[in-house]
């Protein structure tokens, strides 16, 4: 009987192991990674990329993003009347009581003013204002105008108390906290959206400046200053984990004065637009680092740049000069993956015999987009589709498709009853993109003359589709036939719910190409 008993304890206790160690164990969730576009961000436009197991937990990380860029823009913009620093800037001469997020800011543009020599500097804003009026006039400021600006720059603006967290605000000068404060609040969004729950790995971008956290490696393109348009290829291609990335560049924004473009970076040593680095992106497990040195390096020399750098020896960076040359830190290839996208497919294609002489050699087309901003709070951009088709309705080429996760692809309905069988899911779709600040919801795309297999059409009549939906919500197309013959021509087009305007801009090819 002893025996008995002892055999079926024996049985039992095998059993619960076993259940333990299988039947029981908690199955591993799968994660899905969640996309999500939104404009007028900051002044530009936001990506969220969330690795999460269920969009519950996707959202409840969004919303804590949403929220800290939110919270954050009340304390530190320049262009909110009401936010924390403009109503400091309010006041003269008497010590203030800051939130910790603006003293550390402040704190952080007097040790960069420090460390680059002036290079960065809140009250660079006088400088810009100054060539702000001067493209008014389409006139250069003259050399007094320039000197006083040098001036007022270096004189100081704040003096910050650590011990009570005051800041008495000393000058009249014009100040913006731009140059790291992007970044600065992209980290500040990301380490809220890992704090929501079950999270494992995000991506906050706005506007090209990004942070990488939590268990995920992101593929990240930078974008090429010397290309016009979205969907060309990448000046180089990164592989980049718990990291920050931020590129800055004179490429997309500045002043036009007697027919003389001029860099919306300036200078604050000499009041000069800065114009010897074309870009400049950065990789750091700092953000505000990454941010500060892009700035910095757009303004400095190739030989203060390397000094600057030896400082912080876990930056890796990439510059590109004006006259093309490129400079890059000794571990900056240790970043870089091959590029294998359909661009590069078809430009090997194309040596390898395809017929050139049916398109047009030296033309191609430029698509310009801008999509419908709203004033307040934070709307998702909706899905857009951009494709050619022949004459007779058949597919030709799709240029570009934004969406989030292929099961809402049904929404373009359009483009979808075409692609529905054909498309395969763009792999270079969830690559994040790393660039100078970019307007929000203004795009540029350009087709040259191939189709999906790589193949030059020939000249004569398509008709391009610009389509943008909502999910359960607005439904916009937009058609326009054009004659693709030897004629360069600019068609405007009208815009509607979702798409302001658009235009298609059939030209001999630029430069850049």
């Not at 969220?48 to 929220?67: F, G, P, Q, R, V």
């Not at 009570?164 to 969004?189: D, E, M, W």
């Not at 030296?362 to 494709?387: H, M, S, T």
Request: glycine letters at 4%; one cysteine or more.
């Amino acid at each position: 009987m002893k025996w008995l008993t002892w055999c079926i304890t024996t049985s039992l206790i095998l059993i619960v192991s076993s259940a333990d160690t299988h039947a029981f164990r908690k199955p591993k969730r799968i994660s899905h990674l969640y996309v999500s576009h939104f404009e007028n961000v900051l002044g530009t436009s936001l990506e969220l990329k969330i690795s999460a197991s269920s969009k519950y937990d996707a959202t409840a990380a969004e919303n804590a993003a949403l929220h800290e860029i939110s919270r954050m823009a009340k304390i530190l913009s320049a262009y909110e009347a009401n936010s924390e620093f403009s109503c400091w800037l309010r006041t003269l001469g008497q010590p203030v009581h800051i939130s910790p997020e603006l003293f550390e800011v402040l704190n952080l543009f007097d040790r960069w003013r420090l460390r680059s020599n002036g290079a960065l500097d809140a009250s660079a804003e006088v400088i810009n204002k100054l060539w702000k009026q001067a493209a008014a006039k389409n006139l250069l400021p003259t050399k007094e105008e320039l000197a006083h600006a040098v001036s007022e720059v270096q004189q100081p603006h704040w003096k910050l108390d650590s011990a009570t967290q005051t800041a008495t605000h000393l000058s009249n000068a014009p100040l913006k906290l731009n140059s790291f404060t992007k970044s600065y609040i992209i980290k500040h969004a990301a380490d809220a959206a890992m704090a929501s729950g079950k999270v494992n790995a995000i991506v906050v971008n706005i506007g090209g400046d990004l942070v990488v956290t939590g268990d995920l490696s992101e593929t990240v393109e930078i974008s090429n200053p010397m290309a016009d348009a979205e969907n060309e290829a990448p000046l180089d291609q990164l592989l980049v984990s718990k990291r920050a990335v931020a590129t800055s560049g004179n490429y997309r924004r500045g002043e036009l004065i007697n027919g003389q473009w001029y860099s919306h970076i300036v200078d604050p040593r000499t009041g000069k637009p800065a114009d010897n680095i074309v870009t400049a992106t950065v990789v750091a497990p700092s953000a505000t680092d990454a941010g500060a040195l892009a700035t910095a390096f757009n303004v400095m020399s190739p030989a203060e740049i390397v000094k600057l750098a030896a400082t912080l020896p876990e930056a890796e960076y990439l510059i590109i000069t004006k006259n093309g040359e490129r400079i890059s830190s000794k571990g900056w290839s240790s970043l870089e993956v091959p590029a294998k996208s359909l661009n590069d497919f078809r430009a090997n294609a194309n040596g390898k015999g395809l017929v050139r002489s049916m398109w047009k050699n030296d033309f191609e087309l430029l698509i310009n987009l801008e999509i419908n901003l709203q004033k307040e709070g934070f709307v998702k951009r909706p899905y857009v589709a951009v494709w050619v088709e022949d004459e007779n309705h058949a597919a030709v080429r799709t240029i570009s498709v934004w969406h989030g996760r292929d099961r809402y692809l049904p929404e373009l309905k359009s483009w979808y009853l075409k692609y529905r069988e054909a498309y395969n899911t763009d792999k270079n779709f969830n690559n994040s993109v790393t660039s100078a600040t970019r307007s929000a919801g203004k795009y540029k795309l350009k087709w040259d003359g191939q189709d999906d297999k790589g193949n030059f059409v020939k000249p004569g009549k398509y008709i391009i589709k610009i389509e943008a939906s909502r999910e359960h919500g607005t439904y916009q197309l937009i058609r326009q036939e054009i004659d693709l013959d030897e004629t360069p021509k600019l068609i405007n087009l009208a815009g509607n719910i979702e798409i302001a305007s658009a235009s298609l801009d059939y030209r001999k090819k630029t430069d850049s190409n």
